[in-house]
């Protein structure tokens, strides 16, 4: 008898669709594709040679990092991190606080399997990351949404939205938000704004994701206090990432919170995926610990500065001025362009028949919207292309809307 997947499948499973960035990263691996779309780091500076010089602890400790590893994380690395975050997010780190991950997506992820049942509230920025609203989505949870602006989630709009769920008697698993170099609006949360948020998490008894994997990508301007850090107290988990920093093939990341908090999501992490690689936590390890880390992050931040500095003269010379509105990133990966005239659907169709890939806005929005606005990412195409594409995207904005915009 034939098997019928289709009816084995999970709700979750029928429901699921397909990454929007995933679908548009198939478009970037055409050749002569010019990428914008996911979010990668610059491939011609990952530091190769280093990394394969720190693999000889398959050798040196190999009887130890070839066995399974702890789910709190291998004890070289989380003595480096708990090290390296406490003066970088302002607050003492220590093991039983911190939880090193399969990549930062595992900590949305074990934080929803923490603290979700269907049906459960999500508060998220408007526009956010959608690979983490989507595994909210699959867990059941509702969302409610709260603008961005310049200077980050507008947390005035916070205490009606908690009331009006809290009076129909829903329950707010936690308030997801990137206040660093935002992913996808570029922008970062003033401390005034950081402050405010922290005070109504606790007002309300509510716990906060700090989503911050751009954090240590900064390229001008000095570093702004952690929600942890201002929180001081069991309101805020904190989760970072060697993706943007190193490299995302290592899938390694972190989150830093309440103890009970980690407890439980290492409980849940042993039934996921026992440990993050040890393998590679080692070889992480080995090269943070070493100082490498200090050296290379300067050569990151250099590169994309660069890269940034050449979008925006870019997007000033091609983009109709006075239509196209943006918020130029101080760090990060990401410009989002809003152009009110301009359905993105229809731009993103032009540009891929030139092979010009981004991520068109809707999918950011996990309530609707987004319908004139884009993501492009600056840090994986060449400096050529840069320019290139995004003379492509102004042409085609300007065939679509002909009459408005003008250069
Ligand atoms: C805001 C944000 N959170 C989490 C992630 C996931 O990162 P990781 O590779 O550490 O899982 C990304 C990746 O693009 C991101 O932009």
């Known amino acids: 008898m034939a098997i019928e997947l289709d009816k084995l499948y999970s709700q979750t499973a029928r429901a699921v669709r397909p990454s929007a960035i995933r679908e ?11 990428s914008f779309a996911r979010g990668d780091p610059a491939p011609e500076i990952f530091p190769v040679e280093e990394f394969y010089e720190c693999a000889r602890v398959l050798r040196d400790r190999g009887s130890e990092v070839l066995q399974y590893g702890n789910t709190a994380g291998y004890a070289p690395l989380a003595d480096f991190l708990t090290g390296w975050l406490t003066p970088r997010l302002g607050r003492p780190v220590t093991r039983e606080k911190l939880l090193i991950t ?4 595992q900590v949305c992820d074990l934080l929803v ?37 310049e200077q980050g989630m507008v947390v005035a709009a916070l205490p ?27 922008v970062t949360m003033s401390v005034e704004r950081r402050r405010q948020l922290v005070a109504v998490a606790q007002e309300y008894g509510l716990l906060i994701m700090e989503d911050d994997p751009y954090r240590f990508v900064r390229f001008e301007g000095d570093d702004l206090p952690s929600l942890y850090e201002l929180d001081g107290g069991d309101n805020v988990v904190s989760a970072g990432s060697f993706s943007k920093i190193l490299a995302p093939g290592t899938r390694v990341g972190w989150c830093v919170g309440p103890e ?13 995926d026992s440990s993050a690689s040890v393998v590679s936590q080692a070889i992480v390890a080995e ?16 590169n994309y500065r660069r890269k940034r500095d050449l979008m925006e003269a870019a997007l000033r010379k091609y983009l109709p001025a006075g239509e196209a509105q943006w918020t130029m990133p101080n760090g990060g990966f990401f410009y989002w ?46 400096p050529d292309q840069l ?5 492509v995207i102004g042409e085609a904005i300007r065939e679509l809307a002909p009459a408005k915009a003008k250069a």
């Open 24 to 34: 548009m990263a198939k478009h970037a691996a055409q050749p002569g594709a010019i």
């Open 102 to 105: 399969s990549g930062s997506g």
């Open 113 to 149: 399997r923490s603290t979700v049942d269907r049906g459960d509230f999500v508060i998220v920025e408007e526009p956010t990351f959608l690979g983490n609203t989507n595994g909210m989505r699959n867990a059941g949870a509702n969302f409610i949404t709260v603008p961005v602006d």
């Open 160 to 186: 009606e939205k908690i009331g009006s769920v809290r009076a129909r008697g829903g329950k707010i698993s936690f308030i997801y938000v990137i206040p660093t170099f935002h992913n996808p609006a570029g």
């Open 260 to 272: 009970p908090l980690i407890r439980t999501m290492t409980v849940l992490k042993q039934s996921v």
């Open 287 to 302: 090269y943070c610990r070493s100082g490498k880390l200090d050296g290379f992050l300067p050569k990151i931040i250099e």
């Open 337 to 382: 362009i809003t152009m009110p005239n301009v359905k993105t659907a229809d731009l993103i169709k032009k540009c891929l028949e030139r092979k010009v890939v981004f991520v068109p806005g809707e999918p950011f929005y996990p309530n609707g919207g987004g319908e004139h606005s884009f993501r492009l990412c600056f840090t994986f195409a060449t």
């Open 387 to 391: 320019d290139v594409g995004i003379r």
